[in-house]
């Protein structure tokens, strides 16, 4: 069982290119996030999604979408990147509802915008 | 929103014992979470709170004080592979978790 994967693992970016960050995972968790972690801020969402075909905002949304048209995958998009979204990408999965579901968490993607 | 504080760096000796505070203000709160993060890798979930009181698990323990807006992660009989990043989340109604910064712990011999 792999749990969550994430592509690229790291990689660097041209201003104004786009770029699609993956997220997959096989444990049939209904809840999906993306964070950005970034020193001293700590991890701060992006984008969420409480079951597929559904989307939210999360506290730092703009310049980035996202999509959810199965379980298993939620990728991010940078429709056209810039320097200050340079920051380490973590995708996250919980069971929907319940009170002790924690997120588990995906090994996360370094990206250089530059 | 949430507002949530803890210390950004602890340093502590092998063998003693830790104590990282989280304080926190939110408009919903439905529970807090602890993780631990090394370098360079994901978070994993240590623990869960969402009544008042203490849980404990193994070497880890976690108070939670809602009317106070306060948290604690108690790590005891600290060996050296405890040295990471130790995130207080605050969870709100819709599912959401908002993190600290973190807080660095150094274990030293």
Redesign the interface.
């Given at each position: 069982i792999a749990g969550i994967t994430q592509a690229p693992t790291s990689q660097i970016l041209a201003a104004g290119r786009r770029m699609t960050l993956r997220c997959t995972q096989d444990m049939r968790h209904n809840?999906m996030?993306w964070?950005r972690q970034d020193l001293?801020?700590?991890?701060?969402?992006i984008h969420?999604s409480?079951t597929a075909g559904t989307t939210?905002k999360?506290?730092v949304p703009d310049g980035y979408s996202v999509s959810r048209a199965n379980t298993d995958d939620f990728p991010l998009t940078l429709a056209s990147a810039v320097p200050s979204q340079t920051s380490v990408y973590?995708c996250a999965s919980?069971p929907?509802?319940g009170?002790?579901?924690?997120?588990?968490?995906?090994?996360?993607t370094r990206l250089t915008v530059l | 929103g949430q507002n949530i504080d803890q210390p950004t760096e602890m340093t502590a000796t092998e063998g003693a014992i830790v104590q990282i505070n989280c304080t926190y203000q939110t408009s919903g709160f439905n529970g807090l979470f602890w993780y631990q993060q090394h370098a360079g890798e994901a978070p994993t979930f240590l623990s869960y709170n969402v009544l008042d009181g203490l849980e404990e698990k193994g070497r880890f323990s976690s108070f939670l004080s809602r009317s106070k807006g306060y948290s604690y992660l108690l790590l005891k009989e600290l060996q050296m592979k405890d040295s990471a990043s130790y995130l207080c989340a605050v969870r709100d109604r819709d599912y959401k978790l908002s993190f600290g910064a973190g807080t660095t712990v150094t274990v030293r011999a």
């Amino acid at each position: 069982i792999a749990g969550i994967t994430q592509a690229p693992t790291s990689q660097i970016l041209a201003a104004g290119r786009r770029m699609t960050l993956r997220c997959t995972q096989d444990m049939r968790h209904n809840a999906m996030y993306w964070y950005r972690q970034d020193l001293g801020l700590g991890l701060r969402l992006i984008h969420y999604s409480n079951t597929a075909g559904t989307t939210g905002k999360g506290e730092v949304p703009d310049g980035y979408s996202v999509s959810r048209a199965n379980t298993d995958d939620f990728p991010l998009t940078l429709a056209s990147a810039v320097p200050s979204q340079t920051s380490v990408y973590f995708c996250a999965s919980s069971p929907a509802g319940g009170s002790y579901n924690e997120q588990f968490f995906g090994p996360g993607t370094r990206l250089t915008v530059l | 929103g949430q507002n949530i504080d803890q210390p950004t760096e602890m340093t502590a000796t092998e063998g003693a014992i830790v104590q990282i505070n989280c304080t926190y203000q939110t408009s919903g709160f439905n529970g807090l979470f602890w993780y631990q993060q090394h370098a360079g890798e994901a978070p994993t979930f240590l623990s869960y709170n969402v009544l008042d009181g203490l849980e404990e698990k193994g070497r880890f323990s976690s108070f939670l004080s809602r009317s106070k807006g306060y948290s604690y992660l108690l790590l005891k009989e600290l060996q050296m592979k405890d040295s990471a990043s130790y995130l207080c989340a605050v969870r709100d109604r819709d599912y959401k978790l908002s993190f600290g910064a973190g807080t660095t712990v150094t274990v030293r011999a």
